[in-house]
């Protein structure tokens, strides 16, 4: 019998076990064993291993995964765009699957906010056969109603895993808030959000983009990926950011700011940058990082839009990946990614994440 | 030569004083005098006589105001809808005079932010000739460039002014934010802006209105203008007001809230209060009254969109005239206003408006 | 064994044959048997028994009923609201079922376009088991997937069925177009989708609604509904009606047209009584019926949005009922539905529409 | 007395004659006296000359003009945007004027309807002092309220004059329909508007540009500005271009038609080309060029949105300036610009633009 071995978190804050569990030998329905090529660091993972969010341990992490299709399930014949699928195809997947039937996915369509999502390497304990639902590990189980995407044999994985659940979440969070030609736009953060924020406002017109972040070797790839002036949170106080934007803006401030940090302290000072009737998106509050001083008022007085978004839709799945094959000169996501970890060091790969040693680590099993 | 009294605003907190202007001779090209035939007494008059925003004292207070022309400046001819002006007609106006330049009129259309904006009754010293710029008096002078509407004969001028700011306010806002046929709705307040609001949802269509307000007068009114269910906010608490909004709406929360209050607190209540993807508008927030403790995670995690609103132009100032003229049988606004003070008692008209103790009270010279 | 009657489209133009066929003992899982109550004759029926659209004959027609569920495959227990569902239910149901899986159900969502979509009434032949797909029948069968929806219990079956899927078609056409509190408005056609679309017009908040259309019965339910102004089109010219408007607009034509009417003639004559920057909604040409001499000059000088509507989502099923429950005195759409025949008069009730003898006309086996 | 030769639209198709004019000695408030640098001949020029749109004649033609300030009248100390203004500053203005004061510029804000718009080079007869207000002359006089735009320094004065007045129509257009990032879109027409729609939906972030056009020396150019795919229209018929596009979208169509051609036929081909749920702009249609056989069934089975877009505004006009800066590299809209003529071969520059043998001609007097 075949076994896989996958790096395991068994108990919140402590290292990551790797252990073996049975490949299955049968695949249901609509199902697919994947082969594990390179699985992405999320900074969501730090977050789950520290136990900011409530999972079902033991869990296996890994939710930004690009394998090879080793077995497919009956009746799955196609990827989620139509394109047909076989055995030694090179695919990624949306890590959510929606139940269909809720409020959310129904009556007010916000099918992020389905009741019933789970997630892969999120979601999933894997006490229970077929046990393998999470990235870092040789093997992926992928449950029937997955969407699955074939990937262009052009792009690099390097590159799908560099923008990783960064970039849907960008052209999400985008889509909602709106970026338009000739914008100008701050992203705060440049950590993977950030970076895929940046790309996508250029990508749609913006005329300006200023990012503020950090460390330099992320600041670099900003520069790389088309921003106009980077400002290093280190070295640079709320006031010397805002004098720098109103310097740029004609003393009005930007059209757009994008928050990709999560730390509560960026949003007021990022509403302080939108000139008046201006928008922002609270892109990066993925985790509850507790409440800051707010002042309704500038909402009213500069007569903003503030949006949020969660998640992403496989929608959004294929249009990462056509946007990344598309503009890979102008975007080289594959840039992000580090020297890959072998399975064995997952809980290095994932400490170098925690520690932004570098913009994204992944594992090669 | 003729005079005009009016109540002047001389010193924050201190009593209005009644002081008397000559009433000009002679009106310049594009200019109006108008004799006062009921002002409205508006919450920022309060906030004004507090010093809560800057003034250029003595200040002559009231913007909103419905009066009679006395004389037309040469080429003043017609209102700013085209229908012809004359001595002897009554009129309402836009409190506001944009400047038409700046990059709030121009670049980017946000005109009710425009840098140069003038308002009667609050922007305006009135120890300089002709004096006469603010509602509270029995005359006031309208500048070239005043947006002049002839008010519908069969509307009442009692409804006009209860209507007030209020109601133009709600306008731009509910524009800004949208409520769709067959929203649910939560308004939080009760006084002018809430019941406007209330009025401009229930007319958009809104299937389920809940207001949160007090005391049990605006209530009573609230329900007058179609409320579905009513919430006396000194009777409830935050968890209770928040139990019931989740009973009505299967534990889902609504559309779209409405904040016409101005105190910080009640935004996080409110927040909590919006379904996932609904809408949050801060409409009240025009006096800055601090900050509140604010985790911006909410935005992202409910994928919620939230405005702001500030002021409106002549257009809301049109639309209100139609909307009070359509809808008097279902709004009755009239009934806001309680038994108008005489203007030697303005000052006692504002403390009407400061303790609530009448949805609104108003000045008949 | 039990057997349906059941009124069969066996050659286009022939009248209908009422044929007998066994009522399944067995119901598939997700699947539902249910009796009818009442199901209503759609303009549709008419076009498809002229056989301007290609259906697989012999075919059941009927897609506006109400039923009661006789018996629940296994696994049905809630509607698609989440309701539960039993034997004894009085119910509704979308007429189509979307496949969930093509470019317009996932990549670029346009549900109502879904290449697979299938139609009660419409789509499925008799000839193969469970034969029973179609309205003008005792029973019909709801295969899985069917989007069932519990009615109030205060909604009475014939305003369920006079609303038909005209209430629907309009809901989604003027989510699309746009209908703002304070608009003036034409609707073109008082057949079911005019009387819908000025209800739902209505109900947004328009603040004048004009109705072309005829027979006098008609437009009589139109004043009943709350048209402003009703103009026979057997009475009256292009030029008379576009004066008309014209006269009531201050000669600039109205925000938003709806085209209910299918006659391509009307298009070019609607687009005239668009104020500029007005609205068209094509609503109506679910049929082919050729073209019209059409200046395409028109849209760009007066600078229009036109927008086309297809079908509608389950979605709007559960809005429809929602609407007809809560606007019940003001649009009594079971006025819109005649005596009802018998099914052994199908062929009547059909040609009771073709004839416009009613609005509507229905069949209570 | 300086004089100012002009060429002069006297009779339609006639050739133009050269007269002087005296440049006026004094200059108005805010209005200035401008030599002319280069001025384009528009394709709405050679409408104008067959007399296919009404103007007082005799007129001095020419709306794209590039000049140098000679003197400013009083208070003129600024442009549009706020940055000052002196003698030999190089400035582009909008051709148009608006009221200010029309139920399209205030009511409901369509300012480029506004009923009293009058536009340099086709609305003023030249008969009445000070004459000058047309480009194909040495001297142009601007009228107060114009909307005057300094040239940054780095932007060539061919640049300007080649995006003329396609690229301010272009932004106003497709500010209408939208495009987003990673939308395909087929441009029909590859004259000024064609390569500026080109330009705009590129910078925009279109994923693939389809281009019909001629002649080659036009598709070359769009190749140049990034067309993915250009089709010569006399080298193909309807259908093969049909075939080209479903071929290039599996079938489907394109998200985005945008017309840049005037001729009604192209209408009912590009509505064909998008894919259900698409976008169709009619952009190219200024001049009544007649009817079309077309069937509205289309946009209600592939439930289309049309839109029409006239002109543009100020706020456009600086966009574009901006643009052309920002994108100097990638649309280098100079070379649509043929050798200059003399201001004595007027009539020659716009036989040349009549007859496409450049993309655009112009005059340097």
């Known amino acids: 019998m075949k076994t896989s071995r996958a790096a395991v978190l068994t108990q919140y804050e402590a290292p990551l076990e790797l252990k073996e569990f049975p490949v299955p030998e049968t695949i249901e329905p609509g199902a697919a064993l994947v082969k594990v090529k390179l699985a ?36 799955l014949t196609s990827d989620w765009t139509g394109a047909p699928l076989s055995a030694g195809d090179r695919i990624n997947w949306s890590s959510s699957i929606n139940c269909g039937e809720c409020y959310y996915c129904r009556t007010k369509p916000q099918p992020t906010r389905c009741l019933g999502r789970k997630a892969y390497g999120i979601s999933y304990s894997c006490s229970a056969a077929p046990h393998l639902f999470g990235g870092y590990a040789d093997y992926i189980y992928l449950r029937p109603g997955t969407a699955i995407f074939k990937i262009p044999e052009q792009l690099p994985t390097e590159a799908v895993v560099g923008a990783g659940c960064a970039l849907v979440t960008s052209l999400h969070g985008i889509e909602r808030i709106g970026v338009h030609m000739g914008d100008t736009v701050v992203v705060q953060g440049s950590g993977p959000v950030g970076l895929a924020s940046l790309a996508v406002a250029k990508a749609s017109g913006a005329a300006t983009i200023i990012v503020f972040g950090g460390p330099p070797h992320r600041l670099e790839l900003a520069k790389r990926f088309g921003a106009d002036v980077c400002i290093d949170i280190s070295e640079s106080s709320v006031e010397e950011r805002k004098a720098k934007v109103l310097e ?118």
């Open 248 to 365: 740029m803006t004609n003393g009005f401030g930007v059209d757009v700011v994008i928050e990709c940090v999560g730390i509560p302290e960026v949003v007021p000072e990022g509403l302080e940058l939108c000139r008046d009737g201006g928008r922002y998106l609270v892109l990066g509050h993925y985790g509850n990082a507790g409440t800051v001083p707010f002042n309704p008022h500038v909402i009213t007085r500069k007569q903003l839009t503030v949006a949020g978004s969660w998640g992403f839709e496989p929608r959004h799945t294929q249009a990462a990946l056509k946007f990344l094959a598309r503009n890979r000169e102008q975007f080289p996501f594959e840039q992000l990614v580090g020297k890959p970890f072998p399975l064995e060091r997952a809980f290095d790969a994932l400490q170098a994440t925690a520690s932004w040693s570098t913009a994204k680590s992944a594992i090669a099993p």
């Open 40 to 75: 992405g660091i999320c900074g969501t993972d730090v977050h789950l291993w520290h136990g900011q969010l409530p999972i079902p341990l033991p869990v296996i992490l890994g939710h930004e995964t690009v394998g090879v299709i080793e077995a497919l399930g009956e009746g």
